[in-house]
């Protein structure tokens, strides 16, 4: 049983920065594939940053590449992802994601699709004011 817990969401002002963390348990497939992922109110989720491909590769979406950072601590089996320079537009319920044994596979041009992830979390609330 897979289990996704985020934590780290919050308020901050526009340029500000935040760490987001997902602690999961039960996973240990070693086709390492989580990420992170966003959604607002009547938008489809989308996917923001991505460890797949056993871990040894990275997706980011246009819209955080050069801000976010993705990474993972193995040891306390926890996801992270640093975000910097924070703006409105970044405002967004962030989820944890994680895909099954068989993996994720990669991106479809710019956009990794959510449908290949079968464990998420209860998401955290990012809010950020200009």
């Known amino acids: 049983q897979v289990q996704l817990v985020e934590s780290g969401g919050g308020s901050v002002q526009a340029g500000g920065s935040l760490r987001l963390s997902c602690a999961a348990s039960?996973?240990?497939?070693?086709?390492?594939?989580m990420g992170w992922f966003r959604q607002t109110p009547g938008k489809e989720r989308e996917g923001v940053a991505v460890?797949?491909?056993?871990?040894?590769?990275?997706y980011y979406a246009d819209f955080v590449k050069g801000r976010f950072t993705i990474s993972r601590d193995n040891g306390k089996n926890t996801l992270y992802l640093q975000m910097n320079s924070l703006t409105p537009e970044d405002t967004a319920m962030y989820y944890c994601?994680?895909?099954?044994?068989w993996g994720c596979g990669g991106y479809i041009g710019s956009v990794f699709p959510s449908s290949r992830f079968g464990y998420w979390g209860q998401g955290t609330q990012v809010t950020v004011s200009s």
């Open positions: 994601a994680a895909a099954g044994r």
């Open positions: 039960g996973y240990t497939y070693s086709s390492y594939c």
């Open positions: 460890l797949y491909n056993g871990g040894l590769s990275t």
